[in-house]
């Protein structure tokens, strides 16, 4: 498997190319005092952040790239309010009324959340919030999708349920069925985060980009972090580097699992055949091993994706392994379903598919890992982060629990085994 650092974040992809440029803040040079340090500056950092800030705190944020170089400004733009494995029920089974009631709740509403920073901010995001929906490939997928429906609409989530018939017509291939949930939708998700960004340095927020955190250590009753350019002194520290977590802390990169996947886009769609591929312009991702996952962007392009087991000669089989797909999953594409965009990235995951928060520390935490659901939940899971480092919340206020570090059993095969399992997947799915 290719090594995280092996994506380069400087290629121009679609999500840079169809979004206005961002000019990047000016690296650390010197000390700082603040009273909350975010280290990483994808969604999670934004969101804690954003919480903050609003909480009346002096908010840093050091990014050790550029603002959208990593997995929120390269995914592919899915905006999901549900769990990435579990039910509502087995999440309140694994954590408890209060806590897990608390983090269904969070779920529920962390699309809206989403849309609504980006009107208020006024982000050019191209964001539709016309829907997400799991269509169901085959019968045991029906059972556990309408399971799914069932919880989330015993506690009042906003979803529906959609017979064979209904599911084929709207995503325009073949499906059993599908549940639906109703405020999800897609984004262009380096137009979301570089927009927030720039609403955050206008509430205050100071952003360093290019500048990595070398080392944390204990200052007093606050952190020093130092980066190659200076250092800060901070009263409190979220950590929220996810998937580029190395050696920042002890053990925390091996609290997670780098896992990594291709995105691709056809070129437009034509307007007739939109009437009859997600109608209405929902986000659609199925309930396969091997997901197929599918939006609309702003110019009506077919954003997809992937995984490779090996990574020789990347772009060319994933360009023919999306074109195969596409042809398989709508015929009446014909010739249109040709790629003309490629670009990749990394994500982290963990077995259970639940995500984490660690306290490292008085005044130190790390929150992630969301398992490929991250896009809404990272935004209002961060905000929590940076209100709890302002002591609105409590530990035992937060949306899942605090706990010290767990790290990954056996980490190094549990990451082979999940960058090399896919052929396993995609014989799962033939068989049903």
Request: hydrophobic share 40%; charged share 20%.
């Amino acid at each position: 498997m290719s090594s995280i650092a092996e994506v380069d974040w400087k290629t121009p992809h679609l999500w840079r190319k169809t979004v206005a440029a961002r000019t990047a803040a000016p690296a650390l040079a010197g000390g700082v005092e603040t009273d909350l340090l975010v280290v990483g500056g994808g969604l999670t950092g934004l969101g804690a952040a954003l919480g903050g800030v609003e909480a009346g705190l002096r908010v840093v944020l050091l990014e050790g790239n550029e603002i959208g170089s990593a997995a929120s400004g390269r995914n592919n733009g899915q905006v999901i309010p549900g769990h990435s494995k579990a039910s509502a029920s087995e999440i309140v089974a694994a954590w408890g009324p209060v806590t897990g009631g608390r983090y269904n709740e969070m779920i529920m509403g962390a699309a809206s959340y989403l849309f609504d920073t980006v009107r208020r901010f006024g982000i050019d995001a191209h964001a539709v919030q016309n829907g997400w929906m799991q269509p169901c490939h085959s019968a045991a997928a029906m059972d556990r999708s309408r399971k799914l429906y069932d919880d989330w609409r015993a506690i009042g989530h906003d979803v529906e349920w959609l017979d064979g018939a209904e599911a084929s017509r709207i995503t325009g291939s073949r499906y059993l069925g599908a549940w639906k949930a109703r405020n999800g939708g897609h984004i262009n998700p380096f137009g979301l985060v570089t927009g927030l960004a720039s609403a955050l340095e206008g509430l205050g927020v100071t952003i360093c980009e290019n500048t990595r955190a070398e080392s944390i250590t204990r200052d007093g009753a606050g952190w020093r972090v130092t980066t190659a350019g200076g250092t800060v002194r901070a009263r409190k520290v979220v950590l929220a580097t996810n998937a580029l977590t190395r050696d920042i802390w002890p053990k925390l990169g091996r609290a997670m699992v780098p896992f990594r996947v291709y995105d691709a886009a056809t070129r437009p769609i034509p307007e007739p055949l939109r009437a009859q591929i997600f109608v209405g312009n929902v986000g659609v991702s199925d309930t396969r091993h091997d997901i197929r996952a599918f939006h609309y962007d702003v110019d009506f392009r077919i954003v997809t994706g992937g995984t490779h087991t090996f990574w020789h000669r990347a772009e060319a089989r994933g360009l023919k392994r999306i074109q195969a797909m596409l042809r398989d999953a709508f015929p009446q594409l014909g010739d249109l379903a040709q790629v003309s965009n490629y670009w990749e990235g990394t994500f982290a995951v963990v077995p259970d598919r639940k995500p984490r928060l660690f306290r490292l520390g008085d005044g130190l935490m790390f929150g992630g890992i969301y398992s490929g659901r991250g896009v809404a939940a990272s935004l209002s899971l961060g905000r929590r982060m940076g209100m709890n480092a302002a002591e609105v919340l409590g530990d035992d206020d937060m949306p899942l629990p605090v706990t010290p570090i767990r790290t990954v059993p056996s980490h190094w095969v549990a990451t082979q085994v999940a960058n090399h399992i896919h052929p396993w997947h995609r014989l799962q799915d033939r068989l049903g």
